[in-house]
């Protein structure tokens, strides 16, 4: 059995999406939802899907402890599902090529520090693109520079708004995540 640990510091939708996805899977499923957000809806979500959760901070998160106590708990996978922060070196030594993550945008485009969430499409938008996307990707010491798993793209029309994007994008994530998520774990597992 491979178990996921999903990082979120939002709403949590990926999250639950990658839940119920690997809900009735027979070798993959996902073990805890970890946040770095009190107050962050994911972890209702996670409640009502009965999967473990819990808070960290950044001291925690920072410190070898974390990536020792996923490995005792049986991790083999880690997930960044709206996770905002840099992954410390410890955790990308522990879990080498076994730490994925999502980004809005068709990187190397719109990527770095700071670029999240609806920052990214305010960006497409004042750029006049006319294509974004996601891209789903290894994680490295560096924001959004890891090896990509996969792209998807949508159009960007003129009257698109950020918030318009947001919901294509939105779409792309909810249908390409989970099914790479499965096919990167079989594939590092072969």
Known sequence: MYNIAILASGSGSNAENIIRYFKEHATIRVAEVLTNKSDAYVLERAAKLHVPARVF????????????????????????????WLVPQHLIAAFPDRIVNIHPALLPKFGGKGMYGG??????????????????????????????LLQASCTV????????????VHDLEYEHFPRTIENWIIQTQS
Do not use: C, Q
């Open 157 to 168: 029309v003129a009257d698109d708004t950020a918030d318009t994007v947001a919901a294509k």
């Open 57 to 84: 901070n950044k001291e925690e998160f920072t410190s070898p402890s974390f990536s020792e106590r996923l490995i005792r708990e049986g991790i083999t996978h880690v997930v960044l599902a709206g996770f905002l």
């Open 119 to 148: 920052k990214v499409h305010e960006s497409v938008v004042a750029a006049g693109e006319k294509e974004t996307g996601i891209t789903i990707h290894l994680v490295n010491e560096e924001y959004d520079k890891g090896i990509h």
